[in-house]
């Protein structure tokens, strides 16, 4: 009955761990969420009152592509912050960044093209390919989990049709070296390859600076996709509204996908964006917050016994890989015994599901992400609460 297409795609673990966190606190237990890749902070009240007016407005639907001033100003935004220069025409507004990317792929893509994708990666990205008849090809991370443009340029071939750069980087919170990306962007433009840079937490940098791809040659520019949105930088995650600029037959073919299909954002959400991006981003003193957020999670993860974490420098997520040694038997990678005293717990898998079950602590298991023996945990909530999780998380270990 089903379609083989669908057959193509797995459940997100992501929306799984949240589920299942979402389950067992209506059953009144308390469960820690390090699995929420969304900010816990208010949006902005300019972005709210553009919001409200719109509604009270009663605004209609927009064209396919979206608001021409809002096209307009996403433009003036990649100008100013990003040092990028593009035209409307340039640019589409999309119901989030993913469907954004979504769209990208379904318009680039022909059954055997192949897609680089750097490891470890956002779990939507080689669902996507698949859907649009792409095969994904993944690229080893080189040091804690930044890009590796020798990796990338190794998986180049024939059918390369695209190479995803991810920085910050879900679920590492790597920032990637501009170096880096400008040696594989610069590779993969020479080819013919296009990039297609997913930049949505560029405003979460602790250290160093973001680096768009599009703004290190024009050559570059050319061959690339540059994706965006304001659900992290904006906090309005549930308002769907999301952009993208590249080569204008790039764009105008998503725009032609997206006015039979897919459709674009709400009046309303356009509205607010063009309030978000005439304001600007993230609150004073939300960075900083995150920073220290971030501070104590990987300082509170290196001091339990069997984690090991390197510091992102970007993004709300932290790596930490899990490396215990038991003594004896096997269990997962890295944890040799694990799976004999605990079973069920024989992957990050089932250490991420124990962890929720027995702990009441929700992480998202690196194998979603491309890297099994790791778990991703969001720092998006309060230094409370991630204090408290970190401690169930240190019993949890002294329990093996």
């Known amino acids: 009955m089903l379609s083989d297409r669908i057959g193509l795609i797995s459940d997100s673990p992501t929306l799984a761990v949240s589920a299942m966190a979402r389950e067992m606190k209506s059953r009144g237990i308390d469960v820690v969420d390090f699995g929420a890749g969304q900010p816990d902070f208010s949006p902005p009240e300019h972005v709210k009152q553009a919001a409200v007016r719109a509604a009270h407005e009663n605004a209609g639907y927009t064209p396919a592509s979206g608001l021409p001033e809002l096209r307009k100003a996403v433009c003036e935004k990649l100008r100013k912050e990003n040092s990028i220069e593009y035209s409307p025409e340039e640019v589409i507004i999309s119901v989030g960044a993913k469907h954004a990317l979504y769209n990208a792929f379904q318009a680039l893509l022909n059954p055997g093209d192949e897609v680089i994708i750097p490891v470890p990666y956002w779990v939507s990205y080689p669902d996507m ?71 949505i937490y560029e405003k979460m940098v602790y250290e160093g600076r973001h680096t768009s791809p599009a703004s290190m040659s024009e050559e570059i520019k050319n061959m690339t996709v540059t994706v965006n949105g304001l659900s992290k930088s904006h906090a309005i995650p549930g308002w769907r509204l999301g952009y993208a600029a590249g080569p204008g037959d790039v764009i105008k073919a998503m725009g032609k996908l997206q006015s039979q299909s897919t459709s674009n954002p709400s009046s309303i959400s356009q509205r607010a964006a063009m309030a978000g991006l005439e304001y600007g981003s993230l609150p004073e003193g939300i960075l900083e917050e995150y920073g220290k957020r971030r501070d104590l999670v990987v300082q509170g993860l290196n001091s339990i016994e069997g984690l090991s974490c390197a510091t992102p420098r970007g993004a709300f997520y932290a790596f930490p890989r899990v490396d215990m040694d038991m003594g004896k038997g096997t269990g997962i990678p890295g944890m040799p015994g694990l799976g004999d005293k605990e079973p069920g717990c024989t992957d990050d898998v089932g250490f991420s599901r124990m962890l929720l079950e027995k702990a009441g602590v929700a992480v998202v298991p690196g194998s979603a992400f491309g890297m099994p023996g790791h778990i991703r945990i969001s720092y998006a909530t309060s230094q409370d609460r991630i204090a408290e999780g970190l401690e169930r998380i240190r019993s949890f270990m002294a329990s093996f």
């Not at 390919?129 to 190794?154: I, K, Y």
């Open 129 to 199: 390919v698949r859907l649009a008849g792409g095969t994904p090809v993944f690229a080893q991370a080189g040091r804690d989990f930044t890009l590796s443009a020798d990796h990338v340029t190794e998986e180049f071939s024939q059918r390369t049709k695209a190479l995803v750069i991810n920085s910050p980087n879900n679920p590492s919170g790597a920032v990637f070296p501009g170096s880096e990306i400008k040696k594989a962007a610069s590779a993969a433009a020479e080819k013919g390859i296009l990039i297609i840079s997913d930049e």
